[in-house]
């Protein structure tokens, strides 16, 4: 059985996926809090004739936990979590997490996204403030000042290792099992006046892109050759007849 194509095609299908999350991540370089995608492939062997053959899976996705450079901005209201932990705001479904830290407040003293998202606390409540009451203070285990006196808290998340986590928007990601509330802020506390950026980084994600680009191309050739060497070896067959 002629095997070179359908190798090249798992091949070409596994890179197709790869070039989405490459160019996806590129074009999120610039975007806060941003967690890069990633490809995970493996082997699949067939044994249906003489020999066992090789194919690549299709690849499962998921989303890196490197952490990105962190910025400061200043403004006290941009906030960015340094360890593994992440924020979490109220999504239309349940509780969103991310590490965007860009943060403002409503009119009625609600802690938000930029995107209008309530804030929560380690409880999972709304984060409220004195919108009127003056500057805030935010130490690295989330307590909010304002005034010399503490008026809330905001929560940090853990999301337990194994959980199936999703993306959300473009900052934002959904577990499938409940993220764990930080009680200790050893590794895990807050930077105010601080954002962290993407992690990703352009130069080696383009690089890789064209790399993978040309493989594809190469991979492409190969079945282009192979359909080739079918069709005159059919003609070829069909003549003698």
């Known amino acids: 059985m002629e095997t070179s194509l359908p190798v090249a095609l798992s091949g070409q299908i596994a890179m197709e996926k790869r070039l989405e999350t490459l160019a996806h991540n590129i074009a999120n370089a610039r975007t806060v809090g941003f967690r890069a995608e990633e490809v995970r492939f493996e082997e699949l062997l067939s044994r249906t004739g003489p020999d066992p053959v090789s194919f690549v899976s299709s690849g499962a996705t998921y989303l890196s936990n490197r952490t990105g450079a962190l910025t400061q901005t200043g403004n006290p209201l941009d906030l960015a979590v340094r360890g593994e932990a992440f924020f979490a705001f109220q999504g239309d479904n349940g509780p969103v997490y991310t590490r965007d830290g860009r943060m403002q407040v409503s009119p009625e003293g609600t802690v938000q996204t930029l995107t209008g998202k309530p804030l929560l606390d380690a409880g999972g409540a709304t984060v409220q403030i004195d919108p009127a009451g003056g500057p805030l203070t935010i130490g690295g285990d989330g307590r909010i000042h304002q005034a010399g006196q503490q ?48 992690n990703v980084n352009p130069i080696h994600e383009i690089t890789r892109l064209i790399t993978l680009q040309r493989a594809f191309e190469s991979a492409a050739n190969v079945v282009q050759t192979n359909d080739r060497s079918l069709g005159d070896a059919i003609k070829s067959l069909g003549s003698n007849r």
Do not use: M
């Not at 194994?162 to 993220?179: E, L």
């Open 151 to 198: 008026i809330g808290a905001i929560g940090l998340f853990r999301i337990p290792a194994g959980a199936n986590v999703t993306r959300h928007d473009t900052s934002g990601v959904v577990s499938d099992v409940p993220a764990v509330p930080v009680i200790e802020f050893l590794s895990d506390n807050i930077l105010q006046g601080y954002v962290e950026e993407a």
